[in-house]
């Protein structure tokens, strides 16, 4: 059974940082895709950005591109989000996803962390 758990999460002031992570267990993490995605309130949820399976290529959302950036370590199976100039409108529930690298949707999610910006 495959489970992600978000860690790293918590309060921040505009301007700051936060580094979140995500550990995955079960199921043949090096082969698949990470990705963040972030839900705020009254909002639908957003991609934020994802890692290939070796970390070679990298993709975001034009509102994180220069601020966020995610790695992973497949040795430690884990993911993370590093997230810098943080502003208010981050503030949402942060989710990590993963998906074999040969399927289309994202399979596996954790429960989400809350990251809130205040100014």
Do not use: H
């Not at 698949?32 to 070796?54: D, H, L, M, N, T």
């Not at 959302?61 to 100039?85: C, E, Q």
Request: glycine letters at 12%; a positive charge; proline letters at 2%.
């Amino acid at each position: 059974q495959v489970q992600l758990v978000e860690s790293g999460g918590g309060l921040a002031q505009t301007g700051g940082s936060l580094n979140l992570s995500c550990v995955a267990s079960g199921g043949a993490f090096s082969t698949w895709v990470g990705a963040w995605y972030r839900q705020a309130p009254g909002k639908e949820r957003e991609f934020v950005g994802s890692i290939a399976r070796f970390g070679g290529v990298t993709s975001y959302s034009d509102s994180v591109k220069g601020r966020f950036a995610i790695s992973r370590d497949n040795s430690k199976r884990t993911v993370f989000l590093k997230m810098n100039d943080l502003k208010t409108e981050d503030t949402a529930v942060y989710y990590c996803a993963c998906r074999p690298d040969t399927s289309i949707s994202f399979n596996y999610w954790g429960r989400g962390i809350q990251v809130t910006v205040s100014s």
